[in-house]
Nanobody, 125 residues
Framework: QVQLVESGGGLVQAGGSLRLSCAAS????????MAWFRQAPGKEREFVAA????????AYADFAKGRFTISRDNANNAVYLQMDNLKPEDTADYYC??????????????????WGQGTQVTVSS
């Protein structure tokens, strides 16, 4: 059974940085896609970034390009989201997600079968 545990959220001022971590366990993740989504209060959960577990292919939401970087540590079964130049509108719960393939649905939350419990990010102005 896949388990995903996020950490690293917190309170930061606008312009600051945070690094979120996702510890993955429960299976071999070769061939998997790992992603970050976020959900702000009163809004739908939205795609942030994704990466293939085995190679460096990545995808980003437009708002994340140039500010956020997704990376992975295969040896330690971890995925990270480095967030720089944070803005108040980045305030949300951030979730790690996993699915068994990389295809045109990589940005679709309904395509992911496994989710973490989320970590809260608050950006003050």
């Amino acid at each position: 059974q896949v388990q995903l545990v996020e950490s690293g959220g917190g309170l930061v001022q606008a312009g600051g940085s945070l690094r979120l971590s996702c510890a993955a366990s429960g299976r071999t993740f070769s061939g998997y896609t790992m992603a970050w989504f976020r959900q702000a209060p009163g809004k739908e959960r939205e795609f942030v970034a994704a990466t293939k577990w085995s190679v460096g292919t990545t995808a980003y939401a437009d708002f994340a390009k140039g500010r956020f970087t997704i990376s992975r540590d295969n040896a330690n079964n971890a995925v990270y989201l480095q967030m720089d130049n944070l803005k108040p509108e980045d305030t949300a719960d951030y979730y790690c997600a996993a699915r068994g393939s990389w295809d045109i649905w990589v940005r679709s939350r309904s395509a992911y079968s496994d989710w973490g419990q989320g970590t809260q990010v608050t950006v003050s102005s």
